[in-house]
């Protein structure tokens, strides 16, 4: 049977789109122009001051929330400036989506040294660790994962259980809202590549 793709090339080359950066020096969240008319554009402003406006998307299994910000580009118009979406997996319980990383990634402490904790598979609230350390794994831990040269996401755990294969299931929690806004597009940017590489692998089959 032959394998479904979560997003097709033209959607994920919209959504790939509106997170390309803009040509400036100050890195800017992708936004999208608003040619609505006065009267609807005075209505999306008192929206988005007073209500969170999002954008959801639901392909194949799983659920996208986009959260939306009104702002204003060079010319003054109004524009709607997308963040990085949460990803859900649909199912009799949804849950967060998980990123299986290419390479495990270990957590640095404060001194940005690397640890003994390794995420193989993360979430927006869940990681899968792998512990290289001796003696009893931590139950609770606040560290830093580092996503290249952008500043390392803090974050802390709390272990829930070991599984069949020996890795730690760790409950997840970010420590400050910036971090909350680059682990949401780290796992994003994971779920793109993880899209381009499945599309990549039907080409091929295909071809």
Known sequence: MQE????????LAFIRQLHQPAPT?????P?????????LSELLSHCAA?????????IANQHLTFDLHLSQDEQNAPCLQLSAPQIFDEGEINRAWRSPLPEPLPLHNRRAQPG????HQLSMNGALVEYRGSG??????????PVGEERPIAVSGT???????????????????YSDEQLRQFIYQQHL???????????????
């Open 159 to 177: 272990l829930v259980r070991t599984t069949a294969d020996g890795l730690l299931a760790y409950q997840l929690h970010t420590l400050d809202r």
């Open 25 to 29: 020096e100050q890195r800017n969240q």
């Open 31 to 39: 936004r999208l122009p608003v040619d609505l008319g006065k009267q």
């Open 50 to 58: 007073n209500e969170q406006l999002s954008l959801h998307a639901h």
């Open 193 to 207: 590549q993880q899209e381009q590489r499945r599309q990549a692998r039907r080409g091929g089959v295909s071809a």
């Open 116 to 119: 003994d904790l390794w995420i």
């Open 136 to 145: 009893q794994p931590p139950r609770r831990f606040q560290r830093l994962l």
């Open 4 to 11: 479904q793709a979560l997003l097709t090339q033209a959607e």
